[in-house]
């Protein structure tokens, strides 16, 4: 990239010092590029340590391509004269502490300070997280034992409420069964 220009826009967001940034663009609008040229001056002319970054994603193919191409920048530094303040066993040590790097999803990260931080929480430190298929699972189990509890109240004791949730059942339900309401909700 040694012919790129960037912005005056990018520029000021590579350059900011200090303060956390957001970087929010269209996709292939070159805030990858973007992030990585702004990680990499913070290790080489700031000093920061691979260690002591957030760098939060909604994909994981984002994080990992993130992780790559700054791993590369890093490298490509090692042969060239943008050495920043360190040396080149320097910046091996910090091509090695980005395996401790948080850069990942913003679920990975919530995931691993609740993991962190259990006792904190009041929760298991077994606790993991549902599948996709466990999750609808528990999601029918769910509706199904509202439905059940709001008929019997209906049946046993009419109110407002109950009544609402008839008519619901009449408007969206089905002739045989409530598959197309448990779908919409």
């Not at 360190?86 to 090695?96: C, F, H, Q, S």
């Not at 609740?114 to 996709?132: C, E, V, Y």
């Not at 009449?170 to 069964?177: K, R, V």
């Amino acid at each position: 990239m040694a012919d790129f220009t960037w912005t005056e826009e990018q520029t000021r967001a590579i350059d900011l010092r200090n303060k956390n940034i957001l970087v929010s663009a269209a996709a292939g609008s070159g805030k990858t590029a973007l992030l990585t040229e702004r990680l990499k001056r913070l290790v080489l002319e700031d000093g920061v340590s691979c260690r002591n970054l957030l760098v939060l994603t909604f994909t994981r193919a984002a994080a990992s391509e993130m992780k790559q191409r700054f791993k590369q920048k890093l490298f490509d530094s090692i042969s060239s004269k943008e050495k920043g303040k360190l040396t080149d066993k320097d910046i091996l040590n910090e091509i090695n502490a980005l395996t401790d790097a948080q850069i990942s999803t913003i679920h990975s990260f919530a995931q691993s300070m609740i993991k962190r931080h259990f006792q904190a929480l009041g929760i298991d430190p077994d606790f993991r997280i549902a599948d996709d298929d466990e999750i609808k699972l528990i999601t029918d189990e769910t509706i199904n034992e509202v439905f059940e509890n709001l008929f019997e109240q209906h049946e046993e004791n009419p109110s407002k409420e109950t009544l609402n949730f008839i008519e619901l059942m009449d408007l969206f339900g089905g002739q045989l069964n409530n598959d197309e309401i448990k779908r919409l909700i």
